[in-house]
């Protein structure tokens, strides 16, 4: 609104000066009294507060325009030693009645010299911004030149190389920025380095000069990168560091990738493919919308232990290493996951970096395009993916793990303050909203759906739009009601409970079968969605049946006249989204299934059936998931079943059940591995074996699998998979002659995975006294530098066999929640809540999780929202028990 009114504030001049030119003109001599009309208010300064208000974005995109910053960092051999920077903002500035602030969180002694416009300046720097005054500010152009000392917090260094990921807030961390989506800006990037670093940024390398350390060693050298394009400060990125370097050009687009792997199989084997795969996720991106590749290059870093699978950073996109580099060990579904990942991070290409969001509330648009666009990719360019399985085991799962939560958050969620962005992110924008964005192009039609995406991204190309800027074109497209249909997919939480009415005539036939929905939480909400249904009969049979969820309760008119069927599959397509009923008869007819997918749904619904206290207990869904484990053929469909019953044995059952169970599922997981030809299940069924080994004879075998490195025949294992042999028979404090993870640090080769296992070797400890020295350095940030392995090491700190000694450590994990959200990345908040709180089912945890949300009333929403999503489990195991 405040946009409009400035536009209009002309016209509404130029009316009241046409009213006063018509008024009646004074006759003379006669008095004429002057009234002083009241002067326009002059707007406030923005206030200065920690992070980056959603007040201050919108002044700051009202006035300022043309930002481009020029940054040469001073990069040393030596981690402890500080990074120099020289920076230069420049900018347009559309009126200078009020100070600029630039935002910069780090300490005001990183700041040494400030010239603005030429002239230098005192420094003001608090509540994390860097404040230009009003005085020395041009109306147009503006030229700030800083010298300053890098803030370090999101520049991940390493002894030997370092990389920045700055996504949401986090490029103030590290030099001063106007660090909002909607003031894109470009590039310009130098860094000086030592001479046997390698280096990629967004843009292309322009030259490398080597210079003399103090005069006399050529002991550096500085990369010059070209002008990047315009883009946001989230997606500035450079890597610097001891990188291997591989270029090649696939279908004419040359790529460049930078490695630290050195395992020569995982080499062989793995950079075809990648390049391979970025290759075919641009030939479909282009002709998906109809855009060819927007940046001036597209290049790639394998990262050791990176905080997430990937991050889209424009022509420099940074990769986990052990999500690229596969062996001969890998499974179907881990080669899957790379297609898909790297699928993902290409299509942000368009749709997140081409066309930004304009504020962190729609960050859920970004990430649900790459996903959706990801797994139209995959379907295309990996052979066989069975496209329709992967998406239901991909997104449902981890969708309704949050969603039937008391945390449960909306698709789109409010944002004031871009320091709080962190906490929007998590499996709902990830799954929840692909699901939604499936049945958005089934209702609209594919080629409609295609048509307006592309619309969407030529009208913002290089700028940023909105969810309602995108649905608006999308509803222009389609007669449906979109602005309805979206209040409750896109903005609120939750899912609907289905039911159904089955009633059949005197012949054995169906009269009348219908549907009903009603919202989880009890709201009278209804989600207008189309999926099927499946009849089954005893004889094998099955009929499919389209169901129109338009109203909260309807008819299935096809169904009527039907022979009354044994049991029915509602959302037997897997396309539907809810809690969907289970009949009796069910779990014993889906083995006559020859759908994959239609298993799978199946397999959904028991769970979530059982997780409601519906259907089955946890004890009876473990003897159905142990009943399927030898005849599910399907690799996908095996993932989920051990998923399920690995989550039952250590989240569900008593200890003294799982005491009761463990000989006899053991002795079925190994007949299963046995008895499956494929080596892909064979290795999946092993590693359920591996996760729920209790007995000293499960144990043992496993020990001997590890000591004499020789798999179960037709499994292969590599470096990666002993490794985690070693970790699971150290949580377990098995009495081997020699010290399990001495041992196998002694077999690793790589420098960064032996690094990693060091780091976990204390967490795994026999002694308590070192497990609890070891949860103290997690109270530092210096403890929890590698995110990636403090989870690691939580989930091992927390397992079930030890939980006896790290329930204590509980209070406190909860208490260093809001300092972790301050100090890490996105996914690290909830990621460390699950890896504390995710294997509990003691009714004492429980207690010490109501406490703790007693005795804050007022916390922090979105972390108290990832709180309950993360302690949901816990708590149904209580209340299951009963």
Not at 56 to 78: E, G
Request: with cysteine.
């Amino acid at each position: 609104m405040k946009m409009l009114l400035s536009y209009a504030r002309p016209a509404l001049l130029a009316l009241a000066l046409l009213a006063t030119a018509c008024h009646r003109v004074p006759a003379l001599n006669t008095p004429v009294t002057t009234t002083l009309r009241p002067t326009m208010p002059v707007e406030p300064d923005p206030p200065i507060t920690p992070g980056v208000s959603e007040v201050l974005a919108q002044a700051r995109r009202a006035a300022i325009s043309s930002v481009a910053y020029n940054l040469s960092l001073n990069i040393p051999a030596q981690k402890a030693e500080p990074i120099e920077v020289v920076e230069q903002v420049s900018f347009t500035l559309k009126n200078n009645r009020h100070p600029v602030q630039l935002d910069f969180k780090a300490p005001t002694e990183y700041l040494h010299r400030l010239t603005l416009n030429g002239q230098p300046l005192a420094i003001d720097h608090h509540d994390e911004h860097l404040v230009l005054p009003a005085a020395a500010l041009h109306l147009g152009h503006n030229v700030v030149q800083i010298d300053l000392r890098a803030g370090e917090l999101s520049l991940n260094r390493n002894a030997d190389y370092l990389y920045t990921l700055l996504v949401p807030d986090r490029a103030r961390t590290v030099v001063p920025v106007f660090d909002q989506p909607d003031l894109k800006a470009t590039f310009t990037l130098a860094l000086m380095m030592p001479r046997q670093w390698q280096a990629v940024a967004n843009a292309p390398l322009v030259d490398s000069t080597e210079s003399a350390l103090d005069g006399r060693v050529p002991g550096f050298k500085t990369y010059r990168f070209a002008t990047s394009d315009s883009i946001s400060t989230y997606l500035f990125s450079f890597a610097a560091g001891k990188f291997s370097r591989v270029s090649r050009t696939e279908n004419g687009q040359p790529m460049t990738l930078l490695h630290r792997e050195t395992d020569p199989t995982k080499l062989r084997l793995s950079l075809g493919p990648i390049f391979q795969l970025h290759a075919d996720a641009l030939a479909f991106m282009t002709t998906y919308t109809g855009l060819p590749y927007p940046f001036q290059k597209f290049d790639f870093v394998a990262i050791p232990d990176f905080q997430y699978g990937g991050m889209e950073h424009v022509g420099a996109i940074d990769y986990k290493t052990s999500s690229l580099f596969l062996d001969d060990g890998a499974t179907q579904d881990q080669a899957l996951a790379r297609a898909s990942l790297v699928a993902h991070e290409t299509a942000h290409m368009w749709f997140g970096d081409l066309v930004t969001i304009r504020w962190f509330n729609d960050v859920w648009m970004k990430e649900v395009f790459a996903n959706f666009m990801a797994d139209k990719v995959t379907q295309v360019a990996v052979k066989n993916p069975n496209y329709d399985l992967k998406f239901v085991i991909d997104h449902y799962p981890a969708a309704y793990g949050i969603d039937r939560t008391a945390g449960a958050n909306a698709i789109r969620q409010p944002l004031a303050n871009l320091q709080d962005a962190g906490s929007l992110y998590g499996n709902i924008i990830y799954h929840k909203a692909p699901i939604m964005m499936r049945q958005l192009e089934r209702l609209m039609g594919p080629e409609a759906f295609r048509d307006g995406l592309r619309e969407y991204l030529k009208t913002y190309a290089h700028g940023n739009a909105t969810w309602p800027e995108l649905i608006a074109i999308l509803d222009a497209r389609t007669p449906a009601d979109l602005q309805v249909w979206n209040q409750v997919w896109v903005n609120q939480p939750g899912r609907p409970v289905f039911s159904y009415d089955l009633n059949t005539s005197a012949s054995g036939r169906i009269s009348q079968l219908t549907l009903s929905q009603r919202a989880e939480d009890g709201s009278d909400r209804l989600w207008p969605q189309l999926f099927e249904l499946l009849l089954l009969y005893p004889d094998g049979h099955t009929k499919e049946l389209p169901v129109n969820m338009a109203e909260r309760t309807v008819a299935v008119p096809a169904a009527m006249g039907e022979p009354a069927p044994s049991a029915i599959l509602f959302n037997s397509t897997g396309l539907g989204y809810g809690v969907f009923p289970v009949m009796k008869p069910l779990p014993a007819l889906l083995p006559q299934l020859t759908s994959p997918v239609a298993r799978a749904a199946a397999y959904v619904n028991l769970y979530e059936n059982m997780l409601k206290g519906q259907a089955l207990s946890p004890a009876q869904l473990l003897g159905f998931v142990r009943h399927n484990l030898s005849d599910e053929p399907e690799e996908l469909n095996l993932k989920l079943l051990t998923g399920q019953a690995s989550a039952v044995f250590w989240q569900f059952l008593t200890p003294a059940q799982r005491r009761a169970v463990a000989p006899a599922l053991e002795q079925e997981l190994w007949a299963a591995l046995t008895k499956n030809p494929a080596p892909n299940a064979k290795k999946q069924l092993f590693k359920t074996y591996q996760s729920i080994a209790l007995t000293p004879a499960a144990q043992t075998r496993l020990y001997q699998i590890w000591r004499s490195q020789k798999a179960p025949a037709g499994v292969k294992l590599t470096e990666d998979d002993y490794t985690a042999l070693a970790l699971a028979l150290a949580v377990r404090d098995y009495a081997a002659p020699e010290p399990i993870l001495t041992a196998q640090l002694a077999r690793i080769k790589n420098d960064d995975r032996r690094q990693r296992l060091q780091y976990l070797v204390p967490a795994l400890s026999p002694d308590e006294a070192t497990r609890d020295a070891f949860f103290e350095s997690l109270r530092t940030k210096a403890g929890r530098a590698k995110e990636a392995w403090v989870t690691a090491a939580l989930g091992y700190l927390h397992h079930p066999l030890r939980q006896a000694t790290s329930e204590k450590y509980l209070p406190a994990s909860l208490d260093l929640l809001q300092e972790i959200q301050l100090t890490g990345d996105i996914f690290f908040p909830y990621a460390w809540l699950q890896a504390t709180l995710g294997s509990y089912q003691s009714a004492t945890a429980a207690a010490t999780v109501r406490a703790f949300l007693k005795a804050h009333p007022d916390y922090n929403a979105p972390l108290r929202a990832k709180l309950l999503q993360a302690s949901d489990d816990l708590l149904r195991a209580e209340q299951l028990a009963h």
